[in-house]
């Protein structure tokens, strides 16, 4: 059953969304060459809980991190290790909090010193799908249309679209009803009504859509082990609209200010 929201509790997941937005613009200014992606989770952890809130991820279904740090190949769900970035690297940093009972759940995916144009390529289509997607987002339409714009914008770029692993509801669960897939037909699924909130997260590949779960038990990497880009927003339906509960602001503040890769 999907739990639609009132405008008080939209704007408690506002504060939870904020919260991840302001940790990945915290993430965007350590990230670099050299990295270690457990000092990233751990300078994450620690700003998520001087702002009040709990990390989302921590504990939920055992996940032994506060963040999700896939690079490369890697598509989702990879546990920060003592691994150090290299220049070309790409990493998606997703992160959960937890406060006033709301959860925010965001993701973005980084260029380490500087890429290939054709990874960079694959971030900006990805991020792309991302918004293509949200903009359907509205009051009549339903989830299939969110889905079908995702699929359509990736696969005209020849890209490869995940279908083990899919968006979904938010609200006092990480993940609730409805799941909101990257890929789909127009006019079916949930129809979109007011006060849904849904995290959209298209998980694009470059190469094959087929992936396959390490034997750690989470990371999810590409069959080819070409690179996958992930990009997440919080959207909420409010007057009929799609309102973005997160924010990439505080990321590309700081990547203007490191002359980094803006996708
Ligand atoms: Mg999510």
């Excluded at 769900?77 to 970035?85: N, Y």
């Excluded at 990805?126 to 293509?132: G, I, P, V």
């Amino acid at each position: 059953m999907i739990q639609y929201k009132t405008k008080e509790e939209i704007e408690l997941m506002r504060e939870s969304a904020q919260i991840v937005s302001k940790t990945l613009g915290l993430m965007a200014s350590k990230i670099g060459e050299g990295v270690n992606l457990l000092d990233l989770d751990k300078l994450a952890d620690e700003f998520i809980r001087d702002h009040g809130a709990v990390p989302g991820f921590l504990g939920l279904y055992d996940y032994p991190k506060s963040i999700i740090t896939s690079v490369n190949e890697q598509v989702v769900h990879g546990i920060p290790t003592d691994r150090e970035l290299r220049s070309g690297d790409i990493v998606g940093v997703d992160i959960g909090v937890l406060k006033n009972g709301f959860y925010g759940d965001h993701a973005y995916t980084f260029a380490v010193g500087e890429v290939d144009p054709k990874v960079a390529q694959l971030l900006k289509v990805t991020k792309e799908c991302l918004d293509l997607g949200i903009e359907q987002l509205v009051e009549g339409n339903r989830i299939g249309d969110v889905s079908f714009a995702v699929q359509q914008h990736a696969e005209k770029h020849g890209y490869g679209v995940v279908r083990e692993l899919v968006g979904h509801g938010l609200g006092r669960k990480m993940h609730e009803s409805p799941e909101v897939p990257n890929f789909g037909k127009r006019g079916r699924g949930s129809k979109i009504k007011e006060g849904l909130v849904v995290a959209i997260e298209p998980m694009i590949n470059m190469g094959t859509r087929r992936v396959l779960q390490l034997n750690d038990g989470w990371t999810i990497v590409t069959a080819d082990k070409q690179p996958s880009a992930h990009f997440e927003h919080d959207v909420a339906v409010v007057n009929g609209k799609p309102e973005i509960l997160s924010t990439f602001k505080f990321i590309e503040e700081e990547l203007q200010k490191q002359n980094s890769l803006l996708v």
